[in-house]
């Protein structure tokens, strides 16, 4: 990763929350964390391609657990949306936020943009977008970058054929050699990043 603040301030992050992974399956459901380190390559490549900017871009994380991903995705976009299902895990993210701003204070790192709007619901659901909307003025279809760690990744997939805008974009991460295939989405780049980790596809029309 650089060495620039930004390459630093990404560093601390994912040091921070990369220390903190979980990985589980079983009764009590599915989490797994992303590795903060392999996504901030992935987004620097997507932004070197031209593909978000901190100036345009709409990101959400369909399934957000404690925020993390939109931490680190706060410097790349314009706004950064997580959705998470279940309220006990959102709840996490205040400490952790507040105890990472922290190590970047003390660093003196610049903070993370006050563009972050967590929320508990359904990605699903058609409620908690108007829920999305009401406190940001943001609609599916104004979403540009959409983002999952493999949960649900298929229907989340048919979610954005059928409802999202022509040329929005698909990173689902979780995926190295065999890479998941969708209808009506095409495979963008394969390894944005080169982190063998996430792949990235768009929606054509
Ligand atoms: C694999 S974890 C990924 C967490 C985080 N995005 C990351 O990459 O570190 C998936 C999360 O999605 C949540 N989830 C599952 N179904 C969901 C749904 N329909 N809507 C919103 N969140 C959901 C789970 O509770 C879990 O916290």
């Known amino acids: 990763m650089e060495k620039s603040i930004t390459g630093r301030v990404l560093a601390t992050i994912a040091g921070f929350y990369d220390e903190r992974r ?5 009764f009590e459901g599915y989490r797994k964390s992303t590795d903060l380190f392999k996504l901030a390559e992935c987004a620097a490549a997507m932004r ?11 990101f959400a994380d369909l399934g ?17 949306i997580g959705i998470e299902i ?7 993210y205040p400490q952790r936020k507040e105890d990472v701003e922290t190590l970047l ?30 406190a940001t003025g943001v609609r599916f279809s104004d979403i540009d970058l959409f983002y999952t760690y493999i949960t649900l990744h298929d ?5 954005i054929e ?11 991460y979780g995926f190295g050699r ?15 990043g080169g982190q063998g980790i996430a792949a990235l596809y768009v929606k054509r029309d």
Do not use: H, W
């Open 22 to 26: 979980y990985g589980y399956e079983g």
């Open 48 to 58: 070197a391609s031209g593909y978000i900017g901190p100036e345009r871009t709409v």
């Open 64 to 80: 957000c657990a404690d925020g993390r991903v939109n931490v680190l995705m706060s410097y790349f976009v314009k706004t950064s």
């Open 86 to 92: 279940d309220p006990e895990i959102l709840s996490e």
């Open 105 to 134: 204070r003390e660093a003196q790192l610049p903070l993370p943009p006050p563009n972050i709007f967590l929320l508990s619901g359904s990605s699903l659901e058609p409620d908690t977008y108007r829920r999305v909307f009401e």
């Open 155 to 159: 229907v989340f997939a048919g979610k």
């Open 162 to 172: 059928n409802e999202a805008r022509p040329g929005a974009l698909y990173l689902v």
């Open 178 to 192: 065999i890479l998941p295939r969708y209808e009506r989405l095409e495979l963008l780049v394969p390894d944005p």
